[in-house]
């Protein structure tokens, strides 16, 4: 098997508690991700991401983990699993495991020995610091709210957390937990995983003392004993997701000499629709100019001596289309839009389930309906901080996690055929809508669109290895860019708004391309020189 195999390959996400029900409980599981492969296979992936499905107790839908080598029993079992990437062997398709090793559950074995007492053999597997109940050692927060320090009078120490109050943060400077860690990889790799993605890499290697949790000074240093350890021993997709990324940082994640990962999620771009310095629900229109730049960087930065991940959506990300696009009047055109102008990019494109259907954001407008940990930590601090009720919900409506989790929508059958019993969240009323049945059945839709845009991609080397040139710097509604080599030039050019745009960049190539072939287009009538809402091309010469 090709080491690089990844690079070609498109990645769908799977976000395992909404994607389909087997059993009529409400909550997704592995057994409706089996019957849902021939739909995965229609698309044209090559591999699943699945979010976590180990034991939990599931504070934070799985990012808190009690057993690394154990499904946790709402997804089924351990056998379901080995029968998942079984099944999906068949099919070309391989599967990648979410690692958070960043930290796990506070009902991890490891955890409940650590807080017996300090001379515990586990006691070192976490971060911990003396003080005095009620005198924190310091005054860093969680993310997901309060200190990061808890207390435990068993021990009279503190334990460090960055996200909720059960997901005790791992301590990565101890060889033992790190040993222990590879033998659980490498058991997964045994049991034929095709790849891992890596939660919150950039944060294992903290300082709480000097209140460094990104990037810290042994983080690239773990990263390669860890990849030396493990990754390498097989031809897997690895991806870290770093925050914290710039693109030096990403050329040593992705270094093509394989020491560290295939490549990293960073999050640059989808930081373009917030007010500067402040938190993502500090809500701003989109700065398209802006988030130009930051592909330039991107695309030239890592060109031959990185890789790039591709992604508008995933779990924690509200839907592309409600955010940046139209999911009104033009939901089927500016989805299309949007998927053309990311999978026309050089890197390896993930899609979040859903997104190949245009799924939007579901629009709660009470926040009983929301389910996420973040959602309602936000929700009280936002009320104690004296935010009023419809401002809150405007922004949990614009970036909420719950937009993403809401249960895919497979037809308009009740539930949208994800359960037949009551979802643990609320499926998005417009199912009767928008559906994979009625998409699969109509040859315009947003799912044939992204079909054809994989099989392009496979078809086209010039995907893979061209060169990045953004056109048109300023212009404030076309995005447009070539890519180039020695051989051929594809031209991506898309409106990026609901107004008709001068697509003058457009002509120009064509005028000096004048043989060029139209690959993919989001309207059924030829392009002319004023690109309609939202409308997307692919030339290439
Ligand atoms: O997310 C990392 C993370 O920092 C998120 O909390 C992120 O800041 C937030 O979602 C943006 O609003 C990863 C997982 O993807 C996320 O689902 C987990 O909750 C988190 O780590 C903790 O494991
Ligand atoms: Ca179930």
New binding site residues.
């Given amino acids: 098997m090709k080491k690089d195999w990844w690079k070609d390959a498109v990645i769908y996400q799977i976000y395992p508690r909404s994607f389909q029900d087997s059993n009529g409980d409400g909550i997704g599981d592995l057994q409706g991700i089996i019957k849902r492969l021939p739909y995965l296979e229609k698309l044209g992936i090559d591999a699943v991401w699945l979010?976590p499905v180990y034991r939990s107790p599931m504070d934070?839908?799985g990012?808190?983990i009690s057993d690394y080598q154990d499904i946790d029993p709402i997804f089924g079992t351990l056998a379901d699993m080995e029968e998942l990437i079984a099944e999906a062997k068949k099919r070309n398709i391989r599967i990648i495991m979410?690692l958070?090793l960043?930290?796990s559950s506070d009902e991890h074995r490891w955890f409940l020995e650590a807080k017996k007492s300090k001379d515990n053999p586990y006691h070192d597997y976490y971060v911990w610091r003396d003080g005095k109940e009620g005198e924190l050692p310091n005054d860093m927060k969680a993310?997901?709210g309060g200190s990061c320090w808890e207390w435990v009078p068993e021990v009279g120490q503190y334990y460090f957390h960055?996200?909720?109050v059960k997901?005790p943060d791992l301590n990565w400077e101890n060889p033992k937990l790190r040993q222990e860690i590879y033998n659980m990889i490498l058991w997964w790799m045994d049991k034929g995983v095709g790849g891992f993605r890596l939660?919150?890499i950039d944060?294992i290697a903290k300082e709480p003392d000097q209140k460094i949790t990104q990037n810290g000074p042994r983080l690239h240093e773990f990263i390669r004993e860890l990849s030396r350890e493990t990754f390498q021993k097989g031809a897997l997709i690895t991806v870290g997701?770093a925050?914290g990324a710039d693109v030096e940082r990403a050329k040593l994640y992705s270094n093509p000499d394989g020491s560290e990962f295939s490549m990293v999620f960073q999050f640059e771009h989808i930081h373009m629709d917030q007010l500067p310095g402040k938190e993502?629900w500090d809500l701003s229109p989109l700065r398209l100019v802006d988030l130009k730049q930051v592909y330039k960087k991107w695309q030239t930065g890592l060109y031959n001596c990185g890789w790039n991940s591709l992604f508008w959506n995933?779990?924690?990300?509200p839907r592309i289309v409600s955010r940046w696009g139209n999911d009104k009047e033009y939901r089927v055109e500016s989805a299309k839009m949007l998927a053309t102008v990311l999978h026309g990019m050089q890197g390896t494109p993930y899609i979040y389930e859903g997104e190949e259907l245009g799924m939007t954001n579901v629009g709660f407008t009470d926040i009983s309906q929301y389910r996420d940990?973040?959602t309602m930590n936000m929700y009280r601090e936002r009320k104690a901080a004296g935010y009023s009720e419809a401002e809150i919900l405007k922004s949990l409506q614009a970036?909420s996690?719950d937009n993403g989790r809401t249960p895919m929508q497979w037809s308009d059958e009740e539930n949208a055929g994800f359960t037949t019993g009551t979802p643990w969240i609320s499926v998005n009323s417009n199912y009767h809508e928008i559906n994979a049945e009625k998409e699969l059945a109509d040859s315009d839709s947003v799912f044939c669109y992204y079909q054809k845009l994989i099989r392009l991609r496979k078809e086209n080397r010039i995907f893979l290895d061209g060169a990045f040139t953004l056109l048109a710097e300023q212009d404030q509604q076309i995005f447009a860019y070539t890519r180039t080599d020695e051989t051929e030039e594809l031209l991506v050019c898309a409106n990026f708004t609901k107004d008709p745009a001068d697509a003058g960049v457009m002509e120009a190539w064509k005028q000096a391309h004048p043989n060029a072939e139209l690959l993919i287009h989001n309207y059924k009538e030829a392009p002319g020189s004023t690109l309609r809402p939202y409308e997307a091309v692919i030339y290439r010469a």
Wanted: proline share 0%.
């Fill in positions: 979010s934070d839908n990012y808190d979410d958070v960043n930290h993310c997901f960055q996200f909720s997901q939660d919150v944060q997701e925050w993502k995933n779990h924690d990300l940990i973040e970036k996690r």
